[in-house]
Structure formats: C-alpha cells, structure tokens
C-alpha cells in the first residue's frame, strides 16, 4: 500500500440541505456544529483522504453495501468504511495518473477501469490480482459478476472479460497449474455510439444504455441482444 502525506477531506452529513454556505468562514473549510445545527444538520463523520500531489483531485464517490469508494485524477482509488469513515486501503491504480472512475464490487472482488486497462482488486486488502489492458481506453466504470467483468471503451464497444479460466485449458491440468492472469475477452458487440454510463448486472442480463438513446440488454456468456 501506499504512504501519503497531502490530504484530502470528505464530509459525511445528515439532514436538510444547507443553503447559505456562504455563512462559514473557517479558514479550514469545515462548516462549524453551530451553522450545521442552525439547518438541523449532523457531521456524522469526517476523515483525510491520502492523495499523492497537491493538485490530486477526488473526482467521483460511490457507496456499495458497507463501503465507500472515492476515485481520484491522477490513478488512485481509496476505499473507506461507509460507517465510520475508516480508511481501510488505498492502491494506484494507474501509474501515468489517468482518471480513475467508479468500481463495481462483487462478494471478493473489486473491478476498476483507468486508461486502457481494467483492474480486479481484493476486496478486504485492495491488492492487485489481475490487469488487463483493452485496444482503447476506457470510458466508463465497470460492471461485474463472479464469472464476467463488463467494459466499456472510447471505440463504442462493451466488452466482455471472462473471470472464470476455461477448464479445457491446458494450464488447469496437473503438472501445468499456474495463476489465471491473463483472462480473454469473450465476445465485445459495437454499440455505434458513445458509451459512458457504467452497465448494471441484473441477475442473467446486461443492461448498458448508448449516448443515442438506445437501451442495450445482453445475456453475460453470448452476444445475444
């Protein structure tokens, strides 16, 4: 993992929005109890998010079950305890600083796509298992299930990218047993427009929607519309 020094802040709050923010005048940034209060607000919690460089910008926030996730411009990706705002890891994610976009999580794992290239993390420790670069860089977040992680790219493409190692293959038969790192790319269906909304998994479909309007559902394991 990764030592940080220059830090970020996320506010958790509670209740009706605050609509004269210009009354906080903490140099720190915060808005007091005193002003919360006044709008019936509670800060459940707040807590530093570690970034690398000063200019290094949280630029999306997702919640999933129990945990946060806060993606940032320049490659990292830090995971959070949506409860109490603990830091539990942060890993880079890209190592030339692309932007990071929100993950998709599954029961172990957590899928992440920055650049040309999709990550599967641990879940409870954010290490690296597996990388898989793309012919073009991506343009949305992933979806995921245990068997196919879903990507979307910059060519108007959704590609497939099956998790599960074929078990005809010869590296699953004694004495050839070595990691599953370099997993294929099953099938890919052309769009023909910009794809930027991340694609939900719903059980046995795929569900994506294209920037001319159309609605797209899949079945996971077959180009089958």
């Known amino acids: ?77 830090h995971c959070l305890d949506a409860e109490s705002g603990h830091i539990r890891w942060t890993q880079s994610i890209s190592e030339h600083g692309n932007e990071v976009f929100p993950p998709a999580l599954t029961q172990k794992h957590v899928f992440v796509t920055s650049g040309n290239r999709m990550t599967q993390l641990d879940r409870k420790t954010g290490s690296i298992i597996i990388t898989k670069e793309l012919p073009s860089a991506t343009s949305s977040g992933p979806g995921a299930s245990e068997a196919f992680c879903y990507v979307q790219t910059v060519d108007h493409r959704m590609h497939a990218i099956s998790l599960l190692p074929d078990p005809d293959d010869s590296f699953r038969k004694w004495p050839f047993k070595r990691r599953f ?24 479909r795929v569900i994506f929607t294209s920037a001319n309007g159309i609605v797209h559902a899949t079945v996971p394991d077959a180009r089958r519309l």
């Open 1 to 77: 993992m990764i030592r940080l020094s220059t830090c970020l802040t996320l506010l958790t709050l509670i209740a009706a929005p605050l609509v004269a923010l210009g009354e906080n005048h903490n140099p720190t940034g915060f808005v007091d109890e005193i002003t919360l209060g006044r709008y019936g607000m509670v800060r459940r919690w707040y807590t530093q998010v570690p970034t690398l460089r000063v200019r290094e910008r949280v630029t999306s926030l997702k919640v999933q079950e129990d945990l946060l996730f806060a993606a940032s411009d320049k490659g990292l990706l």
């Open 181 to 204: 790192t370099n997993p294929p790319i099953k099938w890919f269906y052309d769009a023909g427009s910009d794809l930027f909304n991340p694609p939900i998994v719903a059980k046995r």
